[in-house]
């Protein structure tokens, strides 16, 4: 067992230190195991041989490790690449990295055999079978190496089985490995926008560029319902990826009504301002309304790609606060944090 222990390699080791930078709080993201849309289903896989190791600390058995060989779902001879997920840090919402395959092409595009991609929990729910770790849904929070894991934006863990905690007395320092299943479905984000009702459809326009948008969002109690106080969202190509920009809520409207600043952060950076457009539309009662945003000015290397005209707020998730009640004060705060896919339109 020691052996197994010590078979984490240093990368690993290194690449979990980096993942605690990116782990950010759950609060607002509702429970479903769905991942937004605007994402797709990319492959289907299976675990083989997967262990939890947990090692006996303080009379109490702790999880130290887990590792498994990933296999096609439908083809168990088909090994596709592996999972692991390390505790040495101190937050338990890392899943895990997963390291995949590249088929040929995408080796000599990236000059590496494997691509990897990590996870945090953002949801998850009860196993369908007892005595087994939970299932979740995890955001992809960091990519490594381009090829079929750098688009990865969302990873299920479901049809779990075993690898819960022993339930029998240890002895100090004493390690034990307990086997698990687990499907891990891969989805990627699409390259067009997802399907939007009427009421924030664009009148007129061609899609031109699109990213995933995360980040804090605050309310505040006035009395009688919460008021959005502020947001504060980074611009990503995919969730984990590339830093590209930033979208904002402005202290005060410009002389055309535009509050909200979505910009990005290059040697072509532009900067647009919008307001909000026809009827923002709630598609889940515990994430923002998609919304359509009408450009009331822009600056900067416009004329690239554009001018624009709109830009779309859509495949939202989380972002809303709990219900009022009588023990909210006014003047209280609440944070939470918001998804969302944000479209740019000529």
Known sequence: MAGTLQSASSDFLVLCLMLLLTIYSCNGFPTSLEPPKGNSLKLKSRTQRGNYVYKCSNKTWVPVFAFATLVNLTDSTNAIGNYSVSYAH????????????????????????????????????SSLHSSSIPQVLAEASFHKNEGIAYQISYIQRINTKGGILPKKLCSENSTIAVPFEAEFWFYTQDVIPPSVPAAIMVPSGRMVEGFFCTGPIIYSFDGS??????????????????????????????????????????????????????????????????????????????????????????????????????????????????????????
């Open 90 to 125: 101190t937050d338990h919402r890392f899943v895990g990295m997963w390291t995949l395959k590249n088929d040929d092409a995408d080796s000599v595009e990236s000059g590496s055999p494997t691509s990897i991609v990590a996870g945090i929990q953002i949801a998850s729910m």
């Open 225 to 346: 319902q919460w008021q959005r106080r502020s947001l504060n969202g980074k611009l990503y190509n995919v969730p984990g990826g590339d830093e590209f920009g930033s979208f904002y809520m402005k202290d005060k409207a410009d002389n055309h009504g535009g509050q909200f600043l979505l910009q990005t952060e290059n040697p072509n950076g532009w900067q647009l301002i919008g307001k909000i457009s026809g009827r923002p539309t709630t598609i889940s009662n515990d994430s923002l309304p998609w919304t359509l945003f009408t450009v009331t000015s822009s600056s900067g290397n416009v004329e690239l790609l554009g001018p624009f005209s709109y830009f779309q707020m859509v495949a939202t998730r989380g972002g809303i606060p709990p219900m009022p009640s009588k023990a909210t004060k006014k003047g209280e705060l609440w944070t939470g944090r918001f998804s969302a896919q944000l479209w740019i339109y000529t």
